[in-house]
């Protein structure tokens, strides 16, 4: 390879990281909102209905600990038992503080 045609190279690559990055940054969600996305095929887009019940509305404390009541097996072996069995603490700290955004 020669000298300009490795330079030529060396800029391609460099334009091509430059669009991956700016890709990635206006796509990238909130992690909570990642999270959240899964469970809007049984509560609506954003938590908003129509479906189960609303999530919107409601305070990340409260979603919280209603998810940890499932999580406990104390609402029964239910859907959602099953569904937040999955999610880490922190996981659904994040979740709940992101729905808790949505009105
Ligand atoms: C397969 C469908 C399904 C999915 C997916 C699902 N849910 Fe549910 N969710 C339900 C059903 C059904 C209930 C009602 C359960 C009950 O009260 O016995 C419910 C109830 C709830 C409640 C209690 C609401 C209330 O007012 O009592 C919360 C909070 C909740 N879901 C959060 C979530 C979150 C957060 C996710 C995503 C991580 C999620 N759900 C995913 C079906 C689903």
Do not use: Y
């Not at 469970?39 to 979603?63: I, V």
């Amino acid at each position: 390879m020669n000298k300009s045609s490795g330079r030529a190279l060396a800029l391609a690559v460099i334009g091509t990281a430059v669009s991956a990055g700016a890709w990635a940054q206006t796509t990238v969600s909130p992690p909570g909102r990642l999270l959240a996305s899964n469970c809007f095929q049984c509560h609506g887009t954003n938590g908003k209905g129509p479906g189960f019940e609303r999530l919107a509305g409601k305070s990340a404390s409260e979603l919280f600990s209603e998810m940890k009541e499932f999580q406990s097996g104390k609402e029964g072996d239910n859907i959602m038992a099953r569904h937040v069995s999955g999610f880490s603490d922190a996981q659904l700290r994040a979740l709940a503080q992101w729905l808790s955004t949505q009105r």
